[in-house]
């Protein structure tokens, strides 16, 4: 098949991105949230794949794990249909193919499994032509579950918290990717490293970012999120923070993050006047 051809191919079908970062505590299910809310707000059809068995995504947009019966994992252990599980949520445009705890047991089961790497991949094909968007919440591991979504993803996007220890682990994660690419998925792209729970009052993260954007450069989103209570908030009342608070920097800034993504994919629906909020600045960080 030509590159015209296959280029063709891909932008009739969403594109998978998958969020991780085996460093825990990064924000990574709350990008995943909301990047998914946000793409639905501008009105792409989005899927959010909750791929961590702490189910935090699926609780996040407005579902009780405990009340799930049927989840990702008996996609991927006894071959349910991805279709006939996924949920609509409160958002326009965004729906949830949801986890439960038992997905834990998954990577045992699927051990001695043909193509053990590749079962997700299998699993998304069927619905990806129903999406412009699939978001996969990969939990914060690199074990197989997770290389089953960077298998079955077009690009990668690595949320990395503006702290101390902020490129810990991130050779680590790099490098599985890698292997990923030479083994198992050689089209899969890095879509680029989102800058976390940033406070401009501390120097400290002023610093991290300036490191950051020295050893990465380019693949470095532009837009940083910023440390802020909307955002720790939003998930306890099931919410992205879009629909929980549209007007606070979180909100402001996983938007324009969204719409800086559409812009290297070429894929913006908006002219450019629009393409970025105007966020005031003010003295708090928590607004």
């Given at each position: 098949?030509?590159?015209?051809?296959?280029?063709?191919?891909?932008?009739?079908?969403?594109?998978?991105?998958?969020?991780?970062?085996?460093?825990?505590?990064?924000?990574?299910?709350?990008?995943?949230?909301?990047?998914?809310?946000s793409l639905a707000v501008l009105e792409y059809k989005t899927l959010l794949v909750d791929a961590d068995p702490q189910a935090n995504a699926t609780s996040g947009v407005g579902f009780d794990p405990k009340s799930i019966k049927t989840s990702?994992?008996?996609?991927?252990?006894?071959?349910?249909?991805?279709?006939?599980?996924?949920?609509?949520?409160?958002?326009?445009?965004?729906?949830?193919?949801?986890?439960?705890?038992?997905?834990?047991?998954?990577?045992?089961?699927?051990?001695?499994?043909?193509?053990?790497?590749?079962?997700?991949?299998?699993?998304?094909?069927?619905?990806?032509?129903?999406?412009?968007?699939?978001?996969?919440?990969?939990?914060?591991?690199?074990?197989?579950?997770?290389?089953?979504?960077?298998?079955?993803?077009?690009?990668?996007?690595?949320?990395?918290?503006?702290?101390?220890?902020?490129?810990?682990?991130?050779?680590?994660?790099?490098?599985?990717?890698?292997?990923?690419?030479?083994?198992?998925?050689?089209?899969?792209?890095?879509?680029?490293?989102?800058?976390?729970?940033?406070?401009?009052?501390?120097?400290?993260?002023?610093?991290?970012?300036?490191?950051?954007?020295?050893?990465?450069?380019?693949?470095?989103?532009?837009?940083?999120?910023?440390?802020?209570?909307?955002?720790?908030?939003?998930?306890?009342?099931?919410?992205?923070?879009?629909?929980?608070?549209?007007?606070?920097?979180?909100?402001?800034?996983?938007?324009?993050?969204?719409?800086?993504?559409?812009?290297?994919?070429?894929?913006?629906?908006?002219?450019?006047?629009?393409?970025?909020?105007?966020?005031?600045?003010?003295?708090?960080?928590?607004?």
């Amino acid at each position: 098949m030509s590159a015209k051809k296959k280029q063709e191919v891909k932008e009739r079908q969403g594109k998978i991105i998958a969020l991780t970062n085996q460093k825990g505590g990064v924000g990574k299910t709350t990008s995943a949230i909301n990047i998914a809310a946000s793409l639905a707000v501008l009105e792409y059809k989005t899927l959010l794949v909750d791929a961590d068995p702490q189910a935090n995504a699926t609780s996040g947009v407005g579902f009780d794990p405990k009340s799930i019966k049927t989840s990702i994992y008996e996609c991927l252990v006894n071959e349910v249909k991805a279709r006939d599980i996924i949920l609509e949520t409160e958002t326009p445009n965004l729906y949830l193919l949801p986890s439960h705890l038992d997905l834990v047991g998954a990577e045992i089961e699927l051990i001695n499994q043909p193509n053990r790497e590749r079962i997700f991949k299998a699993m998304l094909e069927d619905v990806r032509k129903d999406y412009d968007f699939i978001i996969i919440d990969c939990s914060p591991s690199l074990g197989l579950i997770t290389v089953n979504a960077l298998t079955a993803s077009d690009s990668v996007l690595i949320p990395v918290q503006c702290e101390y220890f902020a490129l810990e682990g991130l050779g680590k994660l790099l490098n599985t990717i890698k292997i990923v690419q030479t083994r198992l998925n050689p089209e899969l792209e890095i879509e680029g490293i989102i800058l976390t729970m940033f406070d401009p009052r501390l120097r400290l993260s002023n610093q991290v970012v300036d490191e950051i954007r020295r050893h990465f450069q380019d693949i470095v989103f532009e837009t940083i999120i910023h440390r802020n209570t909307r955002l720790g908030e939003a998930p306890s009342f099931g919410k992205p923070a879009i629909m929980y608070d549209a007007e606070s920097k979180g909100s402001i800034n996983y938007m324009n993050m969204v719409r800086e993504m559409l812009q290297r994919n070429n894929a913006t629906r908006i002219p450019d006047s629009d393409k970025q909020f105007n966020l005031v600045e003010d003295s708090s960080t928590n607004n």
